[in-house]
């Protein structure tokens, strides 16, 4: 976006600067692939190409089925879209703040322009929050929403804002996802956990030379990796927050 909301600025990059990255993309000889192929690859029943990466958008702004599925169709790279189902459904509700949002009857265009469609969630909460009531909700919901508007299964995840737990992620799991994708600010790997697959997330301030560092292998750690004690605090605080207040916005 060119003018986007403020309290999503900090992770967005103009149509312009994306379009630079996408080229970044194309000239460092790697293939995109979608999370299916990732899956299929840490599952033992297919090989990924010599070098790829993944491009994965998260939400569902109201950009993703226009500019960006346009920009990425030109240059014919697949990519996966998580998409918050409450905030894309006429009536829906979601903890996202006001921002221009695609609607459900798009996402088969998605799919027609390359996107692969996974889920995420119905609210776009702290997941490792909730009650497992809610927890339940938030993944089984989401998931039904897109197979109803797509007529087939929806296998893959992403965690709002990344945040996760082993009850999380076996929740997962036994909702029928294949793969979930967090944050972790960090390259994934062959031997990356399949519901906590690693991501980096594209900030306003990076540059064209930090993209190009990434597809590299420099500049991030490489995951799997151990949380770390803050990362453990801050989880807890969260959660005791959450008790008081309810559920809130991941983000």
Do not use: C
Request: proline share 8%; charged share 25%; hydrophobic share 40%.
């Amino acid at each position: 976006m060119d003018d986007p909301p403020s309290w999503i600025a900090e992770f967005t990059v103009t149509p312009k600067e994306f379009a630079a990255h996408l080229d970044a993309i194309a000239d460092s000889g790697l293939t995109p692939v979608t999370i299916s192929a990732l899956a299929d690859h840490l599952a033992g029943r297919a090989p990924l190409p010599a070098r790829p990466v993944l491009l994965t958008f998260d939400d569902g702004f109201a950009d993703l089925p226009g500019p960006t599925a346009e920009t990425l169709a030109e240059r014919a790279m697949p990519a996966t879209a998580y998409l918050t189902t409450g905030a894309i459904t006429p009536g829906g509700r979601s903890l996202l703040p006001p921002a221009p949002m695609m609607t459900l009857d798009r996402v088969a265009d998605l799919e027609s322009a390359g996107m692969e469609i996974g889920s995420h969630t119905v609210t776009h909460a702290q997941l490792d929050t909730l009650s497992t009531r809610d927890l339940a909700h938030e993944l089984r919901d989401s998931k039904a929403v897109l197979e109803d508007a797509l007529g087939h299964p929806v296998r893959h995840l992403a965690y709002p804002h990344g945040y996760n737990s082993g009850k999380v992620r076996s929740l997962s799991a036994r909702a029928g996802y294949e793969t979930a994708t967090a944050v972790r600010h960090a390259l994934s790997s062959d031997r990356d956990e399949r519901y906590r697959i690693a991501r980096l997330i594209v900030r306003q301030s990076h540059t064209v030379a930090d993209v190009r560092a990434w597809l590299a292998g420099r500049g991030a750690r490489i995951a799997p990796y151990r949380d770390g004690p803050k990362t453990v605090a801050w989880r807890w605080y969260r959660r005791g927050r959450a008790l008081v207040r309810g559920p809130e916005f991941a983000g």
